[in-house]
């Protein structure tokens, strides 16, 4: 009987210890998807503001300027440029071959009110080729980069290769709209509704840190404020210059 009894003892303790551990292998396991979810849910709440991030090359770092508030963004509208004097002023936007869109006319240091131009630097006045090349696609005409350069970019605090880089990375930041791409005719719209369609494809892009100017009745420019770190931000100054017209024209990309 002792024996029997002491046998039922210890597998009384056996399967004590059996429940035990199961118990300690899956209660931790729910405890901490409870505690992922609670860490996740603020994340996915639509009360949290979305940060805007670069579409291309998010982890890369933007020289920081000095010297002045924020920077617009110029994006000139080339057939209209071309359609006026440009095609006798720069051969490498208006030449026979060419199909360019929006091109960035420069990358502009401003002022709350005002800007500033032509700034004293120790820098080259004459832009490399070497370094021309690197934005040369969406600024054509080593002309027109030097000129924004001894303009502009002397104005930004910045040595001459980190300015083209912070222009070049405003540039890609920027997502150009389904009705400015592959325009093979002309077209009308309104600013705001370019306006609209910046706003669409840009997460973050405020109606206050975006004007679109215009040439008499043609697009001019698309004009985007950005702060020195390249986040969008309100410009009243700028938008407060925008086309006031109720339509305009988009005259084609060359064919």
């Not at 399967?15 to 292998?25: D, K, Q, R, S």
């Not at 670069?54 to 920077?71: H, L, M, N, S, W």
């Not at 410009?235 to 990309?253: F, G, H, N, Q, Y």
């Amino acid at each position: 009987m002792r024996f029997h009894a002491g046998f039922l003892a210890l597998g009384a303790m056996t399967i004590a210890a059996l429940v035990y551990g199961l118990a300690g292998e899956y209660g931790p396991a729910d405890s901490t998807t409870d505690a992922v979810v609670s860490v996740q849910k603020p994340v996915a709440a639509p009360s949290e503001p979305k940060s805007v991030k670069p579409r291309v090359g998010t982890d890369a770092k933007v020289p920081q300027g000095t010297g002045f508030d924020f920077y617009v963004l110029s994006l000139s509208w080339s057939p209209t440029f071309c359609q006026s004097n440009g095609a006798s002023r720069n051969r490498e936007q208006c030449g026979q071959d060419k199909r360019f869109g929006l091109i960035v006319h420069g990358l502009w240091p401003q002022y709350e009110r005002g800007f500033p131009e032509s700034c004293p630097t120790d820098q080259p006045q004459q832009v490399p080729r070497s370094l021309g090349r690197q934005v040369i696609d969406v600024m054509p005409g080593m002309g027109l980069i030097g000129h924004e350069w001894r303009k502009h970019g002397t104005c930004s605090g910045l040595d001459m290769a980190d300015y083209f880089s912070v222009l070049r990375q405003a540039y890609d930041n920027v997502r150009i709209p389904d009705v400015l791409r592959g325009t093979r005719h002309q077209t009308r719209t309104s600013p705001q509704a370019l306006e609209d369609a910046f706003m669409a494809d840009n997460p973050g892009l405020s109606r206050s840190a975006v004007a679109v100017t215009c040439d008499n009745q043609r697009l001019d420019e698309v004009r985007i404020c950005f702060s020195k770190s390249l986040e969008f931000r309100a410009c009243p100054e700028v938008d407060a210059r925008a086309c006031r017209r109720s339509e305009l024209t988009i005259p084609p990309l060359p064919q």
